[in-house]
């Protein structure tokens, strides 16, 4: 097997939205205008593996020698992983990948294990990409329906906001499922170009029926460069800005969301820190805004010491963050299990990519749907970080604004 690399120049190619390249059935992975689009399966790897199988594939790039360099240039793996630590969790090399590095720039890698000439390999799989058009407008009736009782979360928070008050963990993330359950397939290309026109900023992804657009950077390697973008500590958003800009001054000065934040980004500082020659962090939060909710953010950036640790390492190590189970970790994550009363599955889990060199971008997997074989149902899931000032029934309002998210991209009328 055989990876080719070729600078992507067919105008329809170039000038398509990834989304509208993905479709339905491809995996996608993109924020702004940078990201991958994988169609068909060629590999699939444990993710623990995926740094070292991927390396060995040859690899030949028809790209000038200047364009022969950065993360990503050979063969790509796709995938997801559970919010359990340690949950096994696979990725995919798919045949055909089309990568856009965020400045117009695109290039196609192909697998193979034919003797054809290179010049026709990429040809021939370039013949099979289609550039999808914009689904049809149709009419559909849906049901949302809680997956648990009100009641249930209510004291699923409760039980977490005594606990910390009692000095056991310092917080817990408590999250609900919803169900939507449509009487027609639910398009996922429909709802990916959605969730593009609506949260461009975001991380968007749809892997195997999994489809989401999350605004949390868990961490991402760049050659030596590591980054992470930690976010705790939510408002809503209104439509109206200036009192958007209220909103987002009170998130700021809110002790409970600053206590909320600071275990995320505190967390991340200690993980990253072994593995780096220096980090840099931002010394105050700031505010990311998407469009159904505000959030506490804060970036740390760094130079990874030699042997560098790849993109898996360092994520098997973050994953979970404060962000979405809590801390300490072992702690929470056992006060979820016992109250929360469902299996997160991929949800605050992770979805990204990997390459032969240990590059990557993984995302933290929120406002996401997971999808039915058929697409007649659809598990949605929010939460929010519990600390000793948390109010049960605020809690639960801060859920149904995380919802909206994936919500309105799915329910149209």
Not at 132 to 151: C, F, I, K, Q, W
Not at 219 to 235: C, I, M, N, Q
Not at 286 to 308: C, F, Y
Request: proline share 6%; with cysteine; charged share 20%.
């Amino acid at each position: 097997m055989r990876a080719i690399t070729a600078p992507l120049t067919a105008p329809a190619l170039v000038e398509a939205s990834l989304v509208d390249l993905a479709g339905s059935e491809g995996r996608l992975f993109v924020n702004g205008h940078r990201g991958i689009v994988g169609l068909g399966a060629s590999l699939t790897f444990p993710i623990d593996r995926a740094v070292i199988e991927l390396s060995t594939i040859e690899h030949i790039d028809l790209r000038s020698p200047d364009a022969r360099h950065g993360p990503g240039s050979g063969p790509i793996g796709l995938g997801t992983i559970d919010f359990l630590p340690a949950a096994p969790a696979t990725v995919t090399v798919p045949t055909v990948t089309i990568a856009d590095d965020g400045h117009g720039n695109r290039r196609v890698i192909v697998m193979d294990d034919s003797e054809a000439e290179l010049r026709d390999v990429i040809d021939n799989a370039l013949n099979q990409v289609v550039v999808h058009s914009a689904p049809s407008a149709t009419s559909g009736t849906y049901r949302v329906e809680p997956m648990l009782d009100v009641d249930h979360y209510l004291a699923a928070v409760s039980a977490a906001r005594d606990a910390v008050r009692a000095g056991h963990l310092d917080k817990a993330v408590i999250a609900r499922p919803v169900s939507v359950i449509a009487n027609r397939p639910m398009n996922v290309h429909a709802i990916a170009r959605r969730l593009e026109s609506s949260f461009g900023s975001t991380y968007r992804f749809s892997l195997d029926g999994f489809i989401g657009a999350s605004p949390e950077l868990l961490v991402e390697v760049d050659g030596d460069t590591v980054r992470s973008h930690p976010l705790a500590g939510t408002t809503r958003t209104t439509g109206d800005p200036d009192l958007d800009a209220e909103l987002a001054a009170a998130l700021m000065a809110s002790e409970k969301n600053r206590i909320e934040h600071g275990a995320a980004i505190e967390m991340v500082r200690e993980t990253l820190l072994p593995h780096c020659s220096y980090l840099d962090w931002t010394p105050e939060p700031s505010i990311v805004k998407v469009a159904n909710v505000q959030h506490l953010g804060s970036m740390a950036e760094g130079m990874l010491s030699e042997p560098a640790a790849s993109v898996v390492e360092l994520l098997r190590a973050l994953q979970p963050t404060p962000a979405v189970g809590g801390h300490p970790r072992d702690v929470a994550l056992e006060l979820i299990a016992t109250h929360e009363g469902f299996e997160r599955g991929r949800y605050g889990g992770a979805v990204g990519w990997v390459d032969g060199h240990g590059n990557g971008t993984w995302a933290v997997s929120l406002r996401c749907a997971e999808f039915s074989p058929d697409r007649l149902t659809a598990r949605l899931v929010a939460g929010g970080g519990i600390v000793a000032d948390s109010d049960p029934v605020a809690e639960l309002a801060e859920t149904q604004a995380k919802l909206q998210a994936m919500l309105g991209a799915i329910i149209r009328p």
